[in-house]
């Protein structure tokens, strides 16, 4: 076959556009002000699961998303009851933890699916190099939220499809 469609394959990749959305900066000028943003592309490569891997990562993903949101509604309950002051700050750190939970399941999700940069890909290091790929470097990236989320996005879009499309 010359051009096959698909090609059963057990290490199924694809690069994937990741759109960071930044805020600029602002000149005071008077009149009326709007925060702007900007809208840049980078590249990642995502290893594409099987179904069957897919669907255990989901469910993995569910029963930790309904165990920590169990913890957070119990805490937030807490929290509107709480008669110090003291009592609340420690409940409030408690829910800061557990939404930084949440974020750092995703970071270490990317982290197993994210398998490298292609040529180009738009992420460097500070001294203007380009970043190489490592698992490091993906949590690095996590820690900043516009880049977090993009490569979120990217990554669900890559595994469900385009909801828009009917994909």
Not at 43 to 64: C, G, H, K, W
């Amino acid at each position: 076959m010359e051009n096959p469609v698909f090609i059963l394959d057990t290490d199924h990749t694809v690069t994937s556009p990741v759109h960071i959305e930044q805020p600029s900066s602002v000149r005071p000028t008077g009149g009326v002000s709007k925060q702007t943003f900007v809208r840049r592309t980078a590249y990642v490569t995502f290893r594409v699961p099987a179904d069957d891997e897919l669907d255990e990562v989901f469910e993995e993903v569910q029963r930790f998303n309904d165990n920590l949101m169990k913890q957070i509604t119990a805490a937030e309950a807490e929290l509107a009851q709480a008669a110090s002051e003291e009592e609340r700050q420690g409940l409030e750190q408690r829910l800061r933890e557990l939404r930084r939970s949440v974020r750092l399941g995703q970071v270490e999700q990317l982290k197993s699916f994210i398998v490298g940069f292609p040529d180009g890909h738009g992420f460097a290091e500070s001294d203007g190099s380009p970043c190489v790929y490592s698992k490091e470097v993906i949590g690095r990236l996590c820690r900043y939220r516009p880049v977090h989320k993009a490569l979120w996005e990217a990554f669900l879009l890559v595994v469900n499809g385009d909801q828009k499309k009917g994909n």
